[in-house]
């Protein structure tokens, strides 16, 4: 009879010391490049889910969308973050040293724009190839470098780089084009590969997801059989919720079907 009356207090006094569960299961997710395309719809989708959503863009102001979900939602915020400044990264780091991030999503990416995708051999753009090397490869991996104390630090440990069937020998088309966005996408894949090597001893799951072609803009949008933002990213956050350890160093596309390197 006594515990009978001593059960229910205890069990205040236990929820009241750990938080409660609402405290507890809310999951962060840092989405680089939050402020437009696949990243913005990752940024909505996460935070119709209840998760923190910290969206990193390179110009806040300008970022309007992203803004109003944060000023909508007091578990969204916006960070300053152009992946390609170092200085930009150790910033970020320090503002939110001790926080933990459940899930790092290297998003932000320099795609090809139509001035540049078609152009051979003869016509190639170095300056836009170091550009991109910094935005697609080495900046995504600077970033990790820096926020991965605060992947450790949580629960799920999740590191998922959106790369492209482009950056794929198997599944790349076979025209002479993109030879920038291919070529530091598949470094991309390759330094998320090698990091899946040594991420288990820090119990962090590497993935990759390939989107699928996806109409973020009306270059895209016009190709046949392009999906809407929204569907390839509701395919994705399926695929994300669904990871495991076992899938470490795993290259995925947006249905979770294998892709080739
Ligand atoms: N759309 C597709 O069909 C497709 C297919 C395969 C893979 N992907 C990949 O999916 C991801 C998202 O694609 P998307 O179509 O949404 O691209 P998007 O519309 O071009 O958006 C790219 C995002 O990256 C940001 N970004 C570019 N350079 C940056 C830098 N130096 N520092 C920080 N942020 C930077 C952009 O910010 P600003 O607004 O400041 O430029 C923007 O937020 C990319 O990794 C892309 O390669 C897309």
């Known amino acids: 009879m006594r515990l009978a009356i001593l059960l229910p207090w205890l069990a205040f006094l236990l929820q009241a010391c750990v938080g409660g569960p609402a405290a507890t299961d809310q999951q962060t997710v840092l989405i680089s490049g939050a402020n437009r395309g696949i990243g913005l719809e990752f940024a909505r989708q996460f935070a119709a889910r209840g998760w923190r959503?910290?969206?990193?863009?390179?110009?806040?102001?300008?970022?309007?969308?992203?803004?109003?979900?944060?000023a909508a939602d007091p578990d969204v915020s916006v960070e300053p973050?152009?992946?390609?400044?170092?200085?930009?990264?150790?910033?970020?780091?320090?503002?939110?040293?001790?926080?933990?991030?459940?899930?790092?999503?290297?998003?932000?990416?320099?795609?090809?724009?139509?001035?540049?995708a078609m152009l051979p051999l003869a016509k190639l753009d170095f300056e836009l190839a170091r550009l991109s090397f910094e935005t697609n490869a080495l900046g995504p991996l600077r970033l990790t470098r820096a926020l991965m104390d605060n992947v450790?630090?949580?629960?799920?440990?999740?590191?998922?780089?959106?790369?492209?069937?482009?950056?794929?020998?198997?599944?790349?088309?076979?025209?002479?084009?993109?030879?920038?966005?291919?070529?530091?996408?598949?470094?991309?894949?390759?330094?998320?590969?090698?990091?899946?090597?040594?991420?288990?001893?820090?119990?962090?799951?590497?993935?990759i997801l390939h989107p699928g072609l996806v109409g973020?803009?009306?270059?895209?949008?016009?190709?046949?059989?392009?999906?809407?933002?929204?569907?390839?990213?509701?395919g994705?956050?399926?695929?994300?919720?669904?990871?495991?350890?076992?899938?470490?160093?795993?290259?995925?596309?947006?249905?979770?079907?294998?892709m080739p390197w």
């Not at 069937?165 to 598949?186: E, Q, R, V």
């Not at 973020?216 to 509701?234: C, H, I, W, Y």
């Open 81 to 116: 973050l152009d992946v390609t400044d170092v200085g930009a990264i150790d910033a970020l780091a320090a503002r939110l040293h001790g926080r933990p991030i459940d899930l790092l999503l290297l998003n932000a990416a320099l795609g090809p724009t139509p001035q540049s």
């Open 216 to 234: 973020t803009n009306e270059q895209l949008a016009r190709f046949p059989g392009a999906m809407k933002t929204p569907d390839s990213v509701a």
């Open 236 to 258: 994705m956050m399926q695929v994300i919720e669904g990871l495991t350890p076992a899938d470490n160093g795993r290259f995925l596309d947006w249905r979770g079907e294998s």
């Open 152 to 207: 450790t630090a949580s629960t799920r440990r999740q590191i998922v780089a959106i790369g492209t069937d482009s950056g794929s020998f198997g599944a790349t088309s076979k025209a002479p084009i993109l030879y920038h966005y291919k070529a530091s996408k598949t470094a991309l894949h390759m330094y998320m590969l090698t990091l899946s090597f040594e991420a288990p001893a820090r119990g962090v799951t590497v993935a």
């Open 53 to 70: 959503v910290i969206g990193t863009a390179r110009d806040p102001a300008a970022a309007a969308e992203l803004s109003a979900l944060a």
